[in-house]
């Protein structure tokens, strides 16, 4: 092959000339074709690189015709095993076409089939292409390949141009509806979302498409339903295994086809589908009561059914059991074993269900054996279902278990108590898992036993601590293996810093320390130089942070190390005055004066934001007053501060200081109504987009009345009043994405214990106030955070911020948080935390405005929350009885699971319904889907 050849290659991609290339293919014999694969490939090497085609957009070098072209030489000169390593078909099939006139690659159909299968192919072939392959001999397509090019053929194109709905395509070979069709039912596909456009402009689908051939005969029906039940089981996915019970159902077949699909629509109810499990029993309603009707194989099958958790399901199995009985009462015994398997169904709704089938159909013959038969369930069945089988159960008293109320331990009670390092050695095993633990108390423990075992670390202790180093050098460098919040990266900083302080101080004993810093350092900076300019500041060094972009509350835990590591160089080890000595974060009293006298007898002054800290964390409720004489040993303003906050005695408590307007908030009482929260409601309302031509609404949560949310536009800080310059001002959550907060949310609420509450507030406003905010990560994570801590550490009355929370969660989109909010809701009940009319009001509100649907609520109440406790029952009862006074007289979507479960209630209470809901009631039992329920409640009036 001459080097001419070779250049008119490269000209011809230059140029992007295809019928050039295919003009040069022709006139080639073996030895030029095969000479030319190594050009072929260093070109294709080279336009493959990925390159800055405009400005800040990159893509490969190599132009659509470049391309192309490329993709023809490879087809004409790579070997097999070359081309089975790239797509077969890169370009239009008619270009490729071109070249099979005169060159076929080796084993070029059976690697169209491999890149079908691996789904490589794009739309660039047509299923004629396909077909007119296999009659010439090049191709035994494979049934990926056929489903693929299948789909577009229910599209055709008028004389005008105009693409329509067509089914004409599928004719024109005799291979598509005898055998090409039916490859739907067996491979995936998208044949659920793929259409076309018919005549009058309506959207048309494959399903019109069979449901036509069926209509002309043209399919043979029996099999297309048969089809479409054997295609389920093979479970393609979910969204075609709706499609063929779709179509199935569209297909609408009769009580006589039925008859022979008894096999298929059987074996739907061992898939766990509740889709597949109510069209097989509506199904088989039509012809449960034929004489080739195989009811001993239906009867097999129908615990399954009654075990899912789907009441539609139930009602359609209780409804053909219903029949059954009626046709043959000889049954019924067998019928009543098998329907009682869903009395102990946690929905009273199925309970109430089988207790009617029973009590319709049972004889006075048959009484001994129903009691007998029902016995075992009597603890199970709810309220109502007992009224009904009364003459059948011997017990149909409440088995609800009393609680009465708990009663929580004192604030600061031994039981609540935090627990600290005693020695180093245990310092050491705490040093070695605190970048591991998000609990509260972590970053102040760090501090105090940074601070407090500094002076007992000997020499030899040192090399106890290299583990703990190497955790701190990797999360400080950001390639820890699980993710740093920011308090985490403070303390890894402050370690190392810390560990410098101990290098200076026994300079021969720390060598293996210094070294294994100094390696890690020194590659840091190698691999990471940026990092270490002067303008940015060195990450490993806290006094060169830049806090730029951090909310001001984190800069509260930022200054509180620095404020630690500036006592150590100045050689004190006094005590941190804001280590909480009670959980979650309460300061004894005595303890923080005792403190403070140690700092003024070393004749120090406090760290001001130490200080304010544990002002803010502070227990002074609830305690006897301290005798004065303690108190007076506690010179100058501490002295008056903590007079004020002990035994609210004072002569500056309007001072303007920021120390004072800390302990006047956290007092929270009259003199310090210049900083106290305030009290102005928070508006939201309905924001109209109109995207593409169409009015939209997008659900915004409506605060109005409530006074805890504040206009986060208008104010600074939840905190108002002047010279709010101090501790609440920094820790305010104002415009504060809950990306801030991250996994520091928990030592956030910890800050103030006294107004987590507001805190709380500021989260739910910022967080919960759109629909679709709910789904955020950030919000999931935050929620997760403050759910733990309330879980936990929750010991006053729920305020309105708390109780919204918890409406908040258990009515959010994350399974996991619902399930975990059924926890904080008993806590709130059995320790009497928790409000139920608030509660229920929370609930009203969002659910007035379809905020969030209703079936998330009715399905943790079904599975968590009902008949737990007689306590908690009536708890539940009374917050929905609020809820539903708030919402609209037109019924929302859900509201009938709503009512059975609130009647459960009131069945299990026996008691009647409150006037304040009759009103409701009669404009809801106007509605044919609720008159029956509304019938029940109100007959107990």
């Known amino acids: 092959m001459t080097t001419s050849v070779q250049a008119q290659l490269e000209e011809i991609v230059v140029r992007g000339d295809v019928e050039g290339a295919l003009s040069m293919f022709r006139t080639l014999d073996n030895e030029s074709q095969k000479g030319l694969a190594p050009l072929v490939k260093s070109l294709y090497a080279y336009y493959s690189e990925e390159v800055e085609n405009e400005k800040d957009r990159w893509g490969p070098r190599a132009t659509n015709e470049q391309d192309k072209v490329l993709h023809l030489a490879m087809l004409f000169t790579f070997p097999k095993t070359e081309l089975s390593k790239i797509p077969i078909l890169r370009s239009d099939f008619r270009e490729v076409e071109s070249l099979l006139s005169f060159y076929i690659p080796e084993g070029f159909g059976?690697?169209?089939?491999?890149?079908?299968?691996?789904?490589?192919?794009?739309?660039?072939?047509?299923?004629?292409?396909?077909?007119?392959?296999?009659?010439?001999?090049?191709?035994?397509?494979?049934?990926?390949?056929?489903?693929?090019?299948?789909?577009?053929?229910?599209?055709?194109?008028?004389?005008?141009?105009?693409?329509?709905?067509?089914?004409?395509?599928?004719?024109?070979?005799?291979?598509?509806?005898?055998?090409?069709?039916?490859?739907?039912?067996?491979?995936?596909?998208?044949?659920?979302?793929?259409?076309?456009?018919?005549?009058?402009?309506?959207?048309?689908?494959?399903?019109?498409?069979?449901?036509?051939?069926?209509?002309?005969?043209?399919?043979?029906?029996?099999?297309?339903?048969?089809?479409?039940?054997?295609?389920?089981?093979?479970?393609?996915?979910?969204?075609?295994?709706?499609?063929?019970?779709?179509?199935?159902?569209?297909?609408?077949?009769?009580?006589?086809?039925?008859?022979?699909?008894?096999?298929?629509?059987?074996?739907?109810?061992?898939?766990?589908?509740?889709?597949?499990?109510?069209?097989?029993?509506?199904?088989?309603?039509?012809?449960?009561?034929?004489?080739?009707?195989?009811?001993?194989?239906?009867?097999?099958?129908?615990?399954?059914a009654l075990a899912s958790q789907t009441l539609g399901v139930i009602n359609e199995c209780i409804s053909v059991l219903d029949k059954l009985t009626g046709k043959y009462?000889?049954?019924?015994?067998?019928?009543?074993?098998?329907?009682?398997?869903?009395?102990?169904?946690?929905?009273?709704?199925?309970?109430?269900?089988?207790?009617?089938?029973?009590?319709?159909?049972?004889?006075?013959?048959?009484?001994?054996?129903?009691?007998?038969?029902?016995?075992?369930?009597?603890?199970?069945?709810?309220?109502?279902?007992?009224?009904?089988?009364?003459?059948?159960?011997?017990?149909?008293?409440?088995?609800?278990?009393?609680?009465?109320?708990?009663?929580?331990?004192?604030?600061?009670?031994?039981?609540?108590?935090?627990?600290?390092?005693?020695?180093?050695?245990?310092?050491?095993?705490?040093?070695?898992?605190?970048?591991d633990q998000r609990n509260v108390h972590s970053f102040d423990i760090f501090l105090d036993s940074l601070v407090r075992f500094y002076p007992e670390i000997n020499p030899e202790d040192l090399p106890k601590f290299d583990p703990a180093l190497q955790k701190s050098l990797r999360v400080s460098a950001g390639v820890a293996s699980n993710r740093a919040s920011f308090t985490d990266r403070v303390m890894a900083v402050t370690f190392l810093e810390y560990s410098g302080l101990l290098i200076e101080r026994f300079p021969e004993g720390s060598k293996t320390l210094r070294g294994l810093r100094d390696r890690f350092l020194k590659a840091d900076k190698a691999k990471h130089p940026v990092k270490y300019f002067p303008n940015r500041g060195n990450r490993f060094y806290l006094e060169t942070w830049s806090l730029a972009g951090q909310h001001p509350f984190l800069h509260i835990f930022y200054k509180r190390?620095?404020?630690?590591?500036?006592?150590?160089?100045?050689?004190?080890?006094?005590?941190?005055?804001?280590?909480?000595?009670?959980?979650?974060?309460?300061?004894?009293?005595?303890?923080?004066?005792?403190?403070?006298?140690?700092?003024?007898?070393?004749?120090?002054?406090?760290c001001v934001l130490d200080w304010e800290n544990a002002i803010a964390r502070l227990a002074f409720e609830n305690?006897?007053?301290?005798?004065?004489?303690?108190?007076?040993?506690?010179?100058?303003?501490?002295?008056?501060?903590?007079?004020?906050?002990?035994?609210?005695?004072?002569?500056?408590?309007k001072n303007p200081e920021s120390v004072w307007s800390t302990a006047s908030i956290t007092k929270n009482e009259e003199p310090a109504k210049g900083y106290v929260f305030t009290d102005e409601p928070r508006r939201y309302y309905y924001w109209e987009t109109?995207?593409?031509?169409?009015?939209?609404?997008?659900?915004?949560?409506?605060?109005?009345?409530?006074?805890?949310?504040?206009?986060?536009?208008?104010?600074?800080?939840?905190?108002?009043?002047?010279?709010?310059?101090?501790?609440?001002?920094?820790?305010?959550?104002?415009?504060?994405?809950l990306g801030h907060?991250?996994?520091?949310?928990?030592?956030?609420?910890?800050?103030?214990?006294?107004?987590?509450?507001?805190?709380?507030?500021?989260?739910?406003?910022?967080?919960?106030?759109?629909?679709?905010?709910?789904?955020?990560?950030?919000?999931?994570?935050?929620?997760?955070?403050?759910?733990?801590?309330?879980?936990?550490?929750?010991?006053?009355?729920?305020?309105?911020?708390?109780?919204?929370?918890?409406?908040?969660?258990?009515?959010?989109?994350?399974?996991?948080?619902?399930?975990?909010?059924?926890?904080l809701w008993e806590r709130g009940v059995y320790f009497g935390l928790l409000d139920d009319g608030k509660f229920g009001e929370a609930l009203g509100k969002m659910y007035a405005m379809e905020f969030v649907p209703l079936k998330r609520f009715t399905d943790l109440v079904s599975s968590s929350m009902l008949n737990l406790s007689v306590e908690k029952n009536q708890a539940l009862r009374k917050a929905l009885e609020t809820m539903m006074t708030l919402l609209d007289d037109k019924?929302?979507?859900?509201?009938?699971?709503?009512?059975?479960?609130?009647?459960?209630?009131?069945?299990?209470?026996?008691?009647?319904?409150?006037?304040?809901?009759?009103?409701?009631?009669?404009?809801w039992g106007k509605v044919n889907s609720l008159k029956r329920i509304i019938n029940r409640l109100t007959a107990r009036n």
């Open 623 to 653: 305690n006897p007053k301290i005798p004065k004489k303690a108190l007076s040993e506690i010179q100058g303003q501490p002295g008056e501060i903590l007079t004020y906050m002990l035994n609210g005695e004072s002569s500056d408590i």
């Open 690 to 737: 109109k995207p593409k031509g169409k009015e939209e609404r997008r659900k915004i949560l409506d605060f109005e009345g409530v006074e805890y949310c504040h206009e986060v536009e208008d104010i600074s800080y939840p905190f108002k009043g002047e010279n709010m310059d101090g501790f609440y001002s920094s820790i305010g959550l104002s415009r504060v994405k």
């Open 110 to 304: 059976e690697m169209l089939n491999e890149s079908a299968k691996r789904g490589w192919l794009r739309y660039r072939i047509t299923y004629g292409w396909v077909m007119s392959l296999k009659e010439r001999g090049i191709l035994d397509p494979c049934p990926e390949l056929i489903v693929r090019t299948l789909l577009p053929c229910i599209g055709g194109v008028t004389p005008k141009g105009r693409e329509i709905f067509s089914i004409e395509r599928l004719y024109e070979f005799p291979e598509t509806l005898r055998s090409h069709v039916w490859l739907f039912f067996s491979h995936y596909s998208v044949i659920f979302d793929h259409s076309a456009v018919g005549a009058e402009g309506e959207k048309r689908t494959w399903k019109n498409a069979f449901l036509t051939l069926s209509t002309n005969g043209d399919l043979d029906r029996l099999r297309l339903l048969r089809e479409c039940l054997l295609a389920v089981p093979r479970n393609l996915s979910k969204f075609l295994n709706n499609w063929y019970l779709e179509l199935f159902k569209d297909l609408n077949p009769k009580a006589s086809e039925i008859l022979g699909l008894q096999t298929e629509l059987n074996a739907l109810f061992s898939l766990g589908h509740n889709g597949a499990m109510c069209l097989a029993l509506h199904s088989l309603k039509k012809s449960c009561t034929h004489p080739d009707f195989s009811r001993q194989e239906f009867l097999e099958n129908c615990p399954l």
């Open 741 to 823: 907060l991250g996994i520091d949310t928990l030592r956030y609420l910890a800050l103030a214990p006294h107004h987590h509450e507001k805190l709380l507030a500021a989260v739910v406003a910022n967080g919960f106030r759109y629909s679709d905010s709910l789904n955020e990560a950030s919000t999931w994570l935050v929620s997760t955070s403050v759910l733990n801590y309330l879980l936990e550490y929750s010991q006053e009355p729920f305020q309105r911020s708390e109780t919204l929370f918890l409406a908040l969660i258990a009515t959010g989109p994350s399974k996991e948080l619902r399930e975990q909010s059924v926890g």
């Open 329 to 435: 009462p000889r049954e019924a015994l067998e019928v009543f074993r098998i329907a009682s398997e869903a009395l102990t169904h946690p929905k009273a709704n199925a309970q109430v269900r089988v207790a009617r089938l029973i009590r319709k159909h049972a004889t006075l013959d048959l009484e001994r054996e129903i009691r007998e038969m029902l016995e075992p369930y009597s603890e199970y069945v709810c309220a109502e279902a007992k009224e009904l089988l009364s003459e059948y159960l011997e017990n149909t008293e409440s088995t609800l278990p009393k609680e009465g109320k708990g009663t929580l331990p004192a604030v600061l009670s031994d039981e609540n108590r935090i627990e600290y390092p005693e020695n180093i050695e245990e310092f050491v095993f705490f040093l070695s898992q605190v970048f």
């Open 561 to 606: 190390a620095l404020e630690a590591l500036r006592l150590l160089r100045k050689g004190k080890t006094l005590p941190l005055l804001a280590s909480p000595t009670h959980k979650p974060a309460w300061i004894c009293p005595d303890t923080l004066i005792e403190k403070t006298k140690l700092w003024q007898d070393a004749g120090e002054e406090l």
């Open 891 to 923: 019924p929302i979507k859900g509201l009938k699971a709503l009512l059975e479960i609130y009647g459960e209630l009131v069945f299990e209470a026996n008691t009647a319904v409150p006037d304040t809901l009759t009103e409701k009631f009669e404009v």
